[in-house]
């Protein structure tokens, strides 16, 4: 049973630039019983001034922040962007982030790819990526949490994805940001029990999770794409990552063909209900443990 301290606590929403003025225009105090914290890939607003970096500040003061990084390419052939790096320590410094996670991916080499590209899924690469974790969190001063990823191809695969994602939590010593979406994703487009997937995920190195919704391209072919409702599979596979790792933080991931803000934040309670669910069943489990202990 996972009983760990967590960064943040609750049901979180991630904060897009699309969304600033209807969560601004919202009644006084809706938001704050609508969520617990929030997150922004810091790329997206460092060195962000005027209107849009006051709007920020305000959100910053108002809740717990955690950001979740889009291009620090961890997995990639080109030398790690200490540059990068440090912009981003100064930005969790300046704001107070609770938290910082990457992809478990790569998207540049030359230049940005605009894409998150697979990892091969061998020994050889969790050396690699894990000695770039480190650095990484010697830059920054912190431990990282790294995101299962949803993929398309595995090329040149010597281990599973879950042998890979654990052997790179434990050679690089980080933690783990865990996406219930891109589990459920990856379990159709691959062909693998998306709950044996996710009871094999390091449950004592979730730091938070995410939920998101998918686009259905073919029966057999899904897309993760944010844009879309969190689908009722997914929504039982948070339901499941509950029950196997106790209740830790969520947020929904919503990028693009934002429904009205009322819709939104009725998604954001189903993660509270399901939390609600979930931590009579978690208390039980604990006393039951120390009774027997």
């Known amino acids: 049973m996972n009983r760990k301290t967590y960064p943040v606590s609750g049901t979180g ?23 617990d914290f929030m997150e922004v890939a810091p790329e997206n607003w460092i060195g ?13 003061e108002r809740f717990p922040f955690v950001c979740h990084g889009l ?24 704001h107070d982030i609770r938290c910082y996670t990457e992809h478990l991916s790569y998207c540049s080499d030359a230049g940005q790819l605009y894409d998150l590209m697979p990892i091969p899924f061998t020994a050889e690469a969790v050396e690699w990526v894990a000695a770039r974790i480190r650095r ?45 979406n891109n589990i459920y994703v990856n379990a159709i ?26 686009f259905e391209e ?17 929504w039982s596979l948070l339901d499941q990552a509950y029950e196997a790792f106790g209740v830790y933080p969520t947020l929904l991931e919503r990028d693009f063909n934002f429904p009205d803000i009322d819709e939104l934040l009725a ?23 120390r009774a027997h202990g």
């Open 71 to 94: 291009s620090l390419s961890l997995g990639g052939p080109a030398p790690l962007d200490e540059t990068l790096l440090r912009r981003i320590r100064d930005f969790l410094d300046e």
């Open 267 to 289: 998604e954001t309670a189903m993660i509270r209900a399901a939390q609600s669910r979930a931590q009579p069943a978690h208390v039980a489990a604990t006393g039951a443990e």
């Open 189 to 214: 487009n691959h062909g693998y029990d998306a709950a044996a997937f996710l009871r094999s995920m390091p449950g004592d190195r979730v730091v938070y999770g995410h939920i998101a919704g998918h």
């Open 13 to 35: 929403l991630g904060l897009r630039r699309a969304l600033l003025g209807p969560l601004q225009a919202l009644p006084p105090g809706q938001l704050e019983r609508a969520i």
């Open 136 to 180: 990484a969190q010697d830059i920054l001063g912190r431990r990282i949490g790294i995101e299962n990823v949803s993929y398309y191809a595995a090329p040149g695969a010597e281990m599973s994805e879950s042998e890979f994602i654990n052997a790179v939590v434990r050679e690089a010593d980080c933690d783990l940001l865990l996406d219930v």
């Open 218 to 234: 073919a029966e057999d072919l899904r897309v993760d794409t944010h844009g879309a409702a969190v689908i009722d599979g997914v």
């Open 48 to 60: 962000v001034g005027g209107r849009r970096g006051k709007a920020l500040r305000a959100f910053t």
